[in-house]
């Protein structure tokens, strides 16, 4: 695993590209979080807590600030669960928190991620994550 190298937002292309794929209906976000062990929040100061944090506890207030604007674009929180190593995949490789997010659409999933409200609060995302995977997955028609 190359440890220097960080993924903590989509990048333009990775955002086109998922655009370009024309999904039809719902997706559901897999998203794998490897938390700091204290929330950095020195790029957000207007959000920062009164005294240190844990990347845990960061996270955990950010989910549940991002909770309403999820659900307000007709999205919900499948699943949050603690993750580990994996059982199939490089061992060096750990996730702390691991979460499925069904949205309606990708442009509900966009929508999302630009609600001006929401960019509010999403310094405390960024505050706790270390590093962290985000792929979105297509229902398949069985």
Request: proline content about 5%; hydrophobic content about 40%; overall charge neutral.
């Amino acid at each position: 695993m190359n440890i220097d190298k960080k993924y903590l937002h989509p990048t333009y292309e990775a955002g086109r590209d998922l655009a370009l794929k024309n999904i039809q209906g719902s997706i559901v976000n897999l998203n794998l979080i490897r938390l700091k062990e204290i929330a950095d929040y020195s790029d957000f100061p207007k959000i920062a807590p009164v005294s240190k944090i844990s990347g845990y506890d960061a996270f955990m207030q950010y989910i549940q600030l991002a909770k309403p604007f999820v659900e307000q674009g007709g999205g919900e929180i499948l699943f949050i669960g603690k993750g580990d190593r994996f059982l199939i995949g490089p061992q060096d490789e750990q996730w702390h928190i691991c979460m499925l997010i069904r949205q309606k659409s990708v442009s509900d999933f966009f929508a999302f991620e630009q609600n001006p409200g929401y960019m509010q609060i999403a310094g405390h995302r960024s505050a706790a994550i270390l590093d962290s995977r985000l792929l979105p997955l297509e229902i398949a028609l069985l």
